[in-house]
């Protein structure tokens, strides 16, 4: 197993600083960094494997056993036989190949970025698995932090072009020290659905027995068969003021549905109605058109490169012709500032612009006619985990300023439990399923369900070395009535057999303060059958929330006692029939950076822009009073039930030095920035 | 437009084939309105010397060759040149309908293996229908030239139909014809050029194997391929006779190709 050392390492390109002052050291386990994904961690990774572009300078020292890295190419040529490197959108493949190699040190450069949530899940346990096996070192370059959380040992977590932080997924997620750990820690939680939905009324659009067959490429005029189905006859329909999702995988006929709708194509049989008129995709009446908009999954392909974003945003404008140039123009920066751009963008080309401002725009062009309902297929897929939720969070805010309906598709129900109401779960065009995404996540009837509403990360493996306490993701619960700092933490641990009640209650503290703080808990009310507010619940058994709240790392948590180790969570050794709610369990509890903690004066963790923040409305909250003083009354208690409580002294934790070798980097530098 | 290694050679190729291509029209254009030796002129001496006076020397009915060249030239130029542009005006639009209508279809292949036989084909049944002017030979190019154009246009308008920006222009409220107009002419230009290019190329010989067969005359009766039949008897004494017309050709072509190779690369880096 090659031992990689990394001391004060720098990378200049170009003249600009890509990388300062990174001190590491690797040899076996998983080590993350978090980083921007603006080029620099992609530059990290290229200079660690060895394949250094010319144009990069490095200052400081790189070794792999104690060998410095060689200059000349051909050495180093040799010396890359040793080093994997996974990119992103290698995938399991890619991984399949680099392992054939025997790497004894494996660098993934974003290796999930735009894969679909199932797909994350399976590579990250494929890269573990792998580890297992071969034992190599895992270094991992991510913009995740949920995902560094979940699967490393030890977290560097970078603010520009310098490390910041350093620690394991549970010390960082206890009390982070730095502004920007915080950020990212808190950027997964969607916390400012405390606007008001529109009401719901009556049916705005509706799918009437709607079929999609298309032609395959070998169709020829003599096939006596009908082309195959892509969408069976479908019928729903959707409501004025509602928010309903399509989830699927990768054809599944969601995005067929959608365009569709948006007046895109044209059905093989069926109709659709808007608002009581006919149509069938692309006869949508012209005088409609303007009404229904919509946000495409890519927004680099959704804008003509050839022409300035401003004038592709006025397309929607353009039709309606009686507006004056002066009035196109209001509406344009009025468009323009409502995603939180600034109007003078409007000149540049859509390639000046990343996917997330591109994809705002894209929610601007769409906005431009008023439409009264608003399509969106797959609006985040370009969009990394931070930007996701941010832009779920604007979509939420948007949809309510306008009393917009929504009809959205995705493979990945974090995003549509954010933003809709209602879910249909679509496979290989038949609706298979639907309901309240909170009900989805908890009942999945259909197997294809399960596999989509599965949790996006993996499980902890026991098998490597575990940090005997705090088990990641339960720790740092603050008690509301707690006059002191949090830490050190008590890990609540569960035994697996019997989810216990406590946790749910844990997780309270921050529903029971909504009065003050905005809710994370918000898969509220404009259903036509209410959701109860799920995560309020001191349920005895462990109630999966709403999805929008999952963020953290899924924990498996491992047991209290060190001797005793947990059976990894998927094997059917465990007896822990319902693994996904009791990680959902987990990951609701795992919501330390949205806490007040008193040790760190935290700025308020909000994503929406200043001023955009509504006082949270009273009715989103369903809970009725007895069961907040319930919940209060329950929390004291929560030591002396089946759950274990051990006190872990935050020191303890760094102090298992000794634990694996990849802890060693607690002696670093770049460890302890208060030293 | 993704930057790609700038290669030196398809560069050089624009230039050169520029170059020689926009000489040879000059030349050809001048024989307009002037000519070393009007054709039209008493004959001078067959069969002349190349050298002093007659650069080129004189052919087996007392013309001046190099005025004869130039003349030629400019008759297959305006023949291929009147194919080519009736082949893309027809051909473009209906690739462009079938894009819209039925998608990508399939891979066309290099446009110039779909042109040479039907042009034949075409010329003969002209002929034998009793035509035999210049506006044989423009059709025998324009017809298969405008099938040929019409697959090449089909595949890019429909990759270009298939993007998201189309479809929200669509949904915007644009027709599918402002669509189309804002959105993938633009693009679809530099992809017409290259296109025209090729077929121009292609087109030249076609029309000088009609010549040489004897199936369709240019305008003015002569063309660089008439010219070609015609001095093959006496390739012996004055292979030079020979030589000149088939030099022409060949460096209307290559130089055509070269632009449009560059072309090419420059618009999506096939070439």
Request: with cysteine.
């Amino acid at each position: 197993m090659a031992r990689l050392e990394v001391d004060n390492l720098g990378i200049f390109r170009g003249g600009r600083s890509m990388i300062e002052g990174l001190s590491l050291s690797l040899s076996g386990g998983r080590t993350a960094i978090v980083g921007a994904q603006d080029g620099a961690m992609r530059a990290l990774a290229l200079e660690l494997a060895g394949l250094s572009i010319g144009s990069a300078v490095r200052t400081g020292t790189l070794t792999l056993d104690g060998v410095s890295y060689p200059t000349g190419e051909s050495e180093l040529a040799r010396f890359r036989g040793r080093i994997g490197l996974l990119g992103a959108g290698d995938g399991v493949a890619g991984l399949a190949s680099l392992l054939e190699r025997t790497p004894q040190l494996l660098i993934c450069d974003d290796p999930l970025h735009g894969l679909a949530g199932t797909a994350h899940r399976e590579l990250a346990e494929a890269i573990l698995d792998a580890q297992r096996e071969q034992g190599f070192g895992v270094l991992l370059l991510t913009g995740d932090m949920r995902l560094a959380m979940a699967f490393a040992d030890s977290i560097i977590v970078f603010d520009g072009t310098r490390p910041v932080e350093t620690g394991t997924a549970e010390t960082l997620a206890e009390r982070a020290r730095h502004a920007r750990t915080r950020e990212l820690l808190g950027a997964y939680q969607p916390r400012t659905r405390a606007t008001m939905p529109p009401p719901i009324g009556e049916p705005l659009l509706e799918f009437d027995a709607v079929e999609q067959r298309f032609r395959d490429r070998g169709w020829s005029p003599f096939d006596r068969l009908p082309p195959p189905v892509v969408v069976a006859p479908t019928s729903f329909l959707v409501r004025r003021g509602e928010a309903v999702g399509l989830l699927g995988g990768a054809g599944s006929g969601k995005s067929v549905l959608l365009r569709l709708a948006a007046g895109l194509g044209r059905c093989s049989a069926g109709e659709l109605r808007f608002d009581g008129d006919a149509y069938h995709g692309d006869d949508l009446p012209a005088e409609r058109r303007s009404a229904i908009a919509m946000v495409f999954p890519d927004p680099h392909l959704a804008f003509n490169p050839a022409l300035a974003v401003g004038l592709s945003l006025t397309e929607p404008l353009r039709v309606e012709q009686q507006l004056l140039v002066d009035e196109q123009a209001d509406r344009l920066v009025e468009g323009v500032r409502s995603v939180g751009l600034d109007p003078s963008v409007l000149g540049r080309r859509p390639d000046a612009f990343g996917a997330m401002e591109l994809q705002r725009l894209a929610l601007a062009r769409a906005l431009a006619s008023r439409p009264q309902l608003i399509v969106l297929d797959e609006p985040t897929l370009r969009l990394d985990a931070a930007e996701r939720v941010e832009f779920l969070v604007l979509l939420n805010r948007v949809r309510a300023d306008n009393g917009l309906t929504v009809l959205a598709a995705s493979r990945d129900i974090e995003v549509l439990g954010t933003i809709c109401d209602r879910i249909l779960v679509l496979e290989q065009g038949h609706i298979i399923e639907g309901g309240a995404p909170a009900q989805l996540a908890e009942t999945p009837e259909q197997a294809e369900t399960r596999r989509l509403v599965a949790p996006r990360y993996p499980g902890r493996r026991p098998d490597v070395p575990q940090p005997v306490a705090p088990a990641p993701g339960l720790v740092a619960v603050a008690r509301p009535d707690a006059g002191e700092p949090v830490p050190p933490a008590p890990a609540t641990v569960p035994t697996p057999a019997e989810p216990s009640p406590p946790e749910p209650e844990a997780a309270l503290p921050p529903v029971a303060e909504t009065a003050a703080d905005p809710p994370v808990v918000l898969l509220e009310a404009p259903l036509p059958v209410p959701v109860p507010a799920a995560a309020a619940m001191p349920d005895p058994d462990p109630e999966p929330l709403p999805l929008e709240v999952t963020p953290l790392p899924v924990a498996a948590p491992p047991p209290a006692d060190a001797a005793t180790v947990a059976p990894p969570p998927g094997p059917p050794a465990e007896p822990q029939p319902e693994l996904p709610a009791t990680a959902m369990v987990a990951e609701v509890a795992a919501d330390p950076p949205s806490l007040p903690d008193p040790a760190i004066p935290t700025e308020p963790l909000v994503i929406a822009p200043p001023g955009r923040l509504l006082p949270p409305a009273p009715q989103l909250i369903s809970l009725p009073a007895h069961k907040i003083e319930t919940t209060r009354q329950a929390l004291p208690a929560a030591g002396h039930n089946d759950s274990v409580t051990v006190p872990v002294p935050a020191e303890s934790a760094g102090d298992d030095a000794d634990k694996g070798p990849e802890r060693r980097q607690g002696d670093n530098p770049v460890d302890r920035p208060d030293d | 437009m993704i930057a790609r290694p700038d290669l030196p050679g398809i560069r050089w190729g624009l230039v050169a084939g520029g170059g020689v291509g926009l000489l040879l029209a000059v030349l050809a254009l001048t024989s307009l309105v002037w000519v070393p030796f009007p054709l039209a002129g008493p004959p001078l001496t067959p069969l002349a010397e190349p050298g002093g006076l007659h650069l080129l020397g004189t052919d087996q009915a007392g013309r001046d060759v190099v005025s004869l060249l130039m003349t030629a030239a400019l008759s297959s130029l305006a023949v291929a040149g009147f194919g080519t542009l009736i082949a893309l005006l027809v051909g473009v639009p209906a690739g462009a309908l079938m894009a819209a209508r039925f998608g990508a279809g399939p891979s066309p292949g290099r446009v110039s293996g779909l042109l040479l036989a039907p042009a034949l084909i075409v010329a003969m049944l002209l002929t034998a229908l009793g035509s035999a002017g210049p506006g044989t030979a423009i059709l025998s190019v324009a017809l298969p030239g405008a099938v040929a154009a019409g697959l090449a246009a089909r595949a890019p308008v429909a990759m270009l139909l298939r993007r998201d920006y189309v479809a929200a222009a669509r949904i915007a409220g644009l027709n599918a014809l402002s669509a189309m107009q804002r959105h993938v002419l633009p693009a679809l230009l530099p992809v017409v050029a290259a296109l025209g290019l090729e077929l121009f190329a292609v087109a030249i010989l076609v029309e000088a194997s009609l010549g040489f067969l004897g199936l369709a005359a240019g305008m003015s009766g002569t063309g660089l391929g008439v010219m070609l039949r015609d001095t093959q008897g006496f390739m012996q004494i004055r292979p030079l006779l020979a030589i000149a017309p088939g030099v022409t050709i060949v460096s209307l072509i290559l130089a055509l190709q070269l632009v449009a190779r560059g072309l090419r690369r420059g618009i999506d880096g096939t070439a």
